[in-house]
C-alpha cells in the first residue's frame, strides 16, 4: 500500500524568505507523486508531479520538488515566499492499481508573514 | 484553461434528507472520481467511476451513496439519506485518458447536515 506522510503541519515564512515543505512517502514500487495547493475556500490546485521522469520537478507559482528515492522523500521548496502563497499544501500520491486512487497526505498550512 | 466545475458550492440539508452533488468534469476526460475532506481531517478517497461503472469505491461508499453520468456530461454523487457525519466537503475529480494523469478537482460542494 502506499501512503505520504507530511511532516509539518504548519509551517510560518516571512515573506521573501525560502518555503520548504517536507514529505515523505511510502511505495512498494516506483511512486507517482504530487503536490495539491488548496486556497481558502477554493478547491484542489495541481502544484506539480513526478511520475519517473527527472527527479527535480518544476510545478507552477516558482515551486519546485525533488524526489529523492534514498531518503523515500518529495519536499516542496519555493525560493521566495509570496503573500499569495499562504495555503495548505498536500502531498499526495496515486496508488499503483489500474485506477488511479489518490492517497493523500495530512497537509501542511502555510503562513506567510510580511 | 478547461476546468472541473461543481454545483452547489454549498447544501444545506436535514438529516435523513437525500441530496445530489453534481459536476461537470473536463470534457475529453474519462476517469472521474469523488473525494471528501471533512472538517480538520485528510482528503479521503470516495469512489472511481469509468466507462459508465464504479471501478473502485472505499469502504466510506456503502449503500446510502451513488454515482451516475446521466448524460454525456454530468457526473453526480447521491447520498440517499444523509447523516450528520456526511458533512464535508466534496470534491469531483476528473482525469484525462489514463487512470494514472493527474486529477484535476472541482472547487468543491460544502454539505452541512443538520
Known amino acids: 500500500a502506499q501512503s505520504v506522510t507530511q511532516l509539518d503541519s504548519h509551517v510560518s515564512v516571512s515573506e521573501g524568505t525560502p518555503v520548504l515543505l517536507r514529505c515523505n512517502y511510502s511505495s512498494s514500487y516506483s511512486p507517482s507523486l504530487f503536490w495539491y495547493v488548496q486556497h481558502p475556500n477554493k478547491g484542489l490546485q495541481l502544484l506539480l508531479k513526478y511520475t519517473s521522469a527527472a527527479t527535480l520537478v518544476k510545478g507552477i507559482n516558482g515551486f519546485e520538488a525533488e524526489f529523492k528515492k534514498s531518503e523515500t522523500s518529495f519536499h516542496l521548496t519555493k525560493p521566495s515566499a509570496h503573500m499569495s502563497d499562504a495555503a495548505e499544501y498536500f502531498c499526495v500520491v496515486r496508488s499503483t492499481d489500474s485506477w488511479g486512487k489518490l492517497q493523500f497526505g495530512a497537509g501542511t498550512q502555510v503562513v506567510v508573514t510580511p | 484553461e478547461p476546468e472541473v466545475t461543481q454545483t452547489p458550492s454549498h447544501q444545506v440539508t436535514q438529516m435523513g434528507q437525500e441530496v445530489i452533488l453534481r459536476c461537470v468534469p473536463i470534457?475529453?476526460?474519462?476517469?472521474f472520481y469523488w473525494y471528501r475532506q471533512i472538517l480538520g481531517q485528510k482528503v479521503e478517497f470516495l469512489v472511481s467511476?469509468?466507462?459508465?461503472?464504479?471501478?473502485?469505491k472505499s469502504e466510506i461508499f456503502d449503500d446510502q451513496f451513488s454515482v451516475e453520468r446521466p448524460d454525456g456530461s454530468n457526473f453526480t454523487l447521491k447520498i440517499r439519506s444523509t447523516k450528520l457525519e456526511d458533512s464535508a466537503m466534496y470534491f469531483c475529480a476528473s482525469s484525462g485518458q489514463t487512470s494514472g494523469g493527474a486529477k484535476y478537482f472541482g472547487p468543491g460542494t460544502r454539505l452541512t447536515v443538520t
Open positions: 467511476f469509468y466507462n459508465n461503472e464504479i471501478s473502485e
Open positions: 470534457s475529453n476526460h474519462l476517469y
